[in-house]
């Protein structure tokens, strides 16, 4: 289960660079699908065999990030009218380079500080923590307010690999009250960003700032 | 008993969301917020047993936080029924602005603001830091729809805001939780726990780089939420753009909630023997949030966004307090208390000079002792509160940390602390003085209008407590305080 485990985390790595380099939106959910799906998997394959937990736990997860999130967002595209590229507060190519540097202090970082037993891949922290900090740079460097939710999901899968490491002290009820959480979560995100589409007619959310301290 | 407490106020929430009779729903809102302080005054009378393994149970801290949010609940409910009697329905302007704008749904906010009731239960009822966990993020949740209650751009500013920045916030917590896992698993990586009791009887055997890695985080998560600076950007938004009876509730409810999980984290820390890590962190945030706070106080133009900072400042003193430890935790415990009710009772009183003025600015809010006497003098009464003057227990509170910060090797503390008060009380007299006093311009005629006991009731009543607690703490609060003091690693005098 070792390799299979690694190569999904390898994936998802690989699809956190492909976020931070893409310009469309319909693709950016469509791979944070893809990624959401994978990470669904990982619950059973980083511990060798299947309990009811994991699997049920793999099964919302997945659901929710490869089904309902996408469907969501899509929708939310379709009526607001954006396909158009994003337009970054960062460009692509420097998201890019950012991202390999943040990319190798991860793997400094989880080679610094191991899990005190053996975990289900050396790769596990690095790629967790990796794509935490895509979710938090897509929230920060990117314009739309529907980028931002999708920034939002991303770092939840970061935070959803990084609790692989400990799944087992977590009761499984705690894991679906969390899923729930994040569920709830982006549904508001929905609503809201189909209330500012209509109020300012854009969905850049970086030209919310009429409450800036100061401002008129 | 527990359970029963965390059920009522959602159950009322999904019947408001179906009731259609605006009346029924008001009624039904009062009624809840009644029944469910009743039970809390039960519950602080005859604490319910709970078993110690327990995820659900009201410890002495527990019961603290619970009755401040229950207290709370029951005067914004009556103000909040009132407010909503005598909001226009059709299409409104906002003066400030020139925004045209809406209300959202009734239904829906009463059924939010009953929901918030229930998640602020679940976090006081907490003792597994995972489900404390989910109760915050979802308070995050029921909250934001209240913040959008005018539907016009600017609270739509503030609640994506609101919403983004907690959110975010909370998911750091979510990572300080699993590093916790990780401090109290055994070698082979079995038994993590994420039980309060359990993880402080641990105590000195918890991993120390990952106990301290996992503070950071969950003091960065939830000081989010609670609005220590530099991660409190949402907050001042936030509060001047929801209705005043949700302002209330967010400054004296749910920061306090917030406050609540940065205590049981460091309460792990002290027992495991790194108070001092813990608390030189709390210490050091709750400074630089009064520092901050302070600066935005002097010369702010709109008075909710005034008491918003105020809220700021008063958090950076409780994080000074609990990262004190010993006397001062017991001071800062009284002390969210004692803001908590003047916090709630200045918001509601900024909701009757708003509804009057129908303006925000300091500058165009004149003659409010004229124009509306009693809300006026509750405005001057709550200036003295909240910049802790005696005889209110803010007086009380701030000065049982004060005393405890002039140890030796950490004076300076305790004079930057004073600084910043100073700063801060100079800066809010101005303004509050410039607003209760002078005349009334023409437009507001006539003065001294008579003003619905709905409106000020609820505020008077929280000030009398404040002060109250200023003259005589009452033995069974300052037993509780004292209990929660030392269960949250700290001493009661």
Sequence with gaps: MQSGTGSLLIFLILTD????????????????????????????????????????????????????????????????????????????????????????????????????????????????????????????????????VLGYIVMENGIFALGMAVVEAMPLLVELGVLLDVFVAVFVMGILVFHINREFDHIDADQLDALKEGAP | MTLTLILLPAVAAAVAAAIRSDRLRRALLVATAGAHAALTAACWIRPPACAPEAWLGFDAAGRLFLGIASLLFLAVAVYAAHRLSIESHGRQAEEDTGSIFVNAPEAVHTACLLAFLATMTLVAASRHLGVLWVAVEATTLATAPLIYFHRQPRSLEATWKYLLVCSVGIALALLGNFLLVVASAAPDGTGGTLVVRELVAQGAELRTPWLKAAFVFLLVGYGTKMGLAPMHTWLPDAHSEAPSPVSALLSGALLNCAFLGILRAHSICSAAGLGGFSGNLLAGFGLLSMGIAAAFLVNQADYKRLLAYSS???????????????????????????????????????????????????????????????????????LLAITGMPPFGTFASEFTMLRAAFAPGREWMAVVALLALAVAFAGMARTFLSMALGPVSDEFEPAGRREHRAAFGPALALLAASLWLGLWIPNGLNGLLGHAARLLGGDAP
């Design chain 1, 17 to 148: 660079l492909l976020l931070l380099g893409s310009s469309r939106l319909r693709n950016a959910i469509r791979i944070a699908a893809a990624q959401g799906v994978a990470l669904g998997l990982l619950p059973w394959l980083a511990h060798g065999h299947l309990t009811g937990s994991a699997l049920l736990l793999g099964a919302g997860s997945a659901a929710l990030k490869g089904v309902v999130f996408p469907a969501l967002l899509n929708r939310a595209l379709r009526e607001i009218h954006v396909r158009r590229e994003i337009e970054p507060l960062i460009g692509y190519i420097p998201s890019l380079l950012i991202g390999t540097g943040v990319l190798a202090a991860a793997f400094a970082f989880g080679a610094r500080l191991p899990l005190p037993w053996e975990s289900p891949s050396p790769l596990l922290v690095p790629a967790g923590l990796f794509t935490l900090w895509t979710g938090l740079f897509l929230i920060m460097a990117r314009g739309k307010a529907i980028t931002q």
């Design chain 2, 312 to 382: 700021v400042e008063h958090m950076g003193l409780l994080a000074l307090g609990a990262g004190l430890g010993g006397v001062a935790l017991y001071g800062a415990l009284l002390h969210a208390v004692n803001h908590s009710l003047v916090k709630a009772a200045l918001f509601m009183v900024a909701g009757n000079l708003l509804a009057a003025y129908r303006t925000k600015q300091v500058a165009r809010t004149r003659g409010a002792l004229r124009l509306l006497p009693v809300s006026g003098a509750l405005w001057l009464a709550g």
